[in-house]
């Protein structure tokens, strides 16, 4: 094959990978509508209560994370710590910014040992004790717990969740994955 078919046939499957990617975000939001109660999670310095975490912001990124124990989940997190100030912020020109939030059912001493033995810098939170990945769906009732997110909208007095994902290998939220996919076999 000459290599302006390879330039069009990629470009083709580029332009329709972005029809459906814009599909699956429409979806993702629609599947996560639902209120969410305010949650008293356990820090570092005690007791937050979810609506503490949006700060100024309407919006709120909370990640669900397994823990320590994972080691899918440390990577996700690994990839975080540069992510999250982006969140955070913004982008120059484009109006979209939220509050950055991981939880996981580890204390919040053990989540702070991780944190500083691989260099996270954003904020961390205890859900243990708290049915708060059962009710957003993210671990069952044995507590078995899955990883993902969930962006939360905080408006007149109310949290609700406007959009939700799962993680797993080769998803778009880590993007080691796309570099994987490179290396044959």
């Not at 484009?94 to 996981?104: D, E, G, Q």
Request: aromatic fraction near 12%; glycine fraction near 10%.
């Amino acid at each position: 094959m000459e290599k302006a078919d390879y330039e069009r046939q990629l470009e083709g499957l580029y332009n329709e990978q972005l029809a459906l990617d814009k599909r699956f975000a429409q979806l993702k939001r629609e599947w996560g509508a639902c209120e969410v109660q305010d949650y008293t999670l356990a820090g570092p310095d005690g007791p937050v209560k979810l609506s503490e975490l949006f700060g100024d912001q309407e919006y709120l990124v909370l990640i669900h994370n397994m823990g320590a124990s994972c080691p899918y989940c440390t990577l996700w997190a690994d990839g975080f710590r540069s992510i999250h100030e982006v969140i955070e912020k913004g982008v120059a020109g484009m109006n979209k910014k939220a509050a950055f939030v991981l939880t996981s059912p580890d204390a919040p001493d053990k989540q702070k040992e991780v944190a500083a033995k691989r260099g996270w810098n954003f904020r961390m939170l205890s859900i243990k004790g708290t049915t708060l990945a059962q009710d957003l769906g993210y671990a069952d009732v044995k507590g078995n717990y899955g990883p993902g997110c969930s962006v939360l909208q905080r408006k007149d007095g109310k949290i609700k969740r406007v959009a939700r994902d799962f993680f797993g290998p080769g998803d778009k939220y880590n993007p080691v994955f796309s570099f994987f996919e490179l290396i044959p076999g």
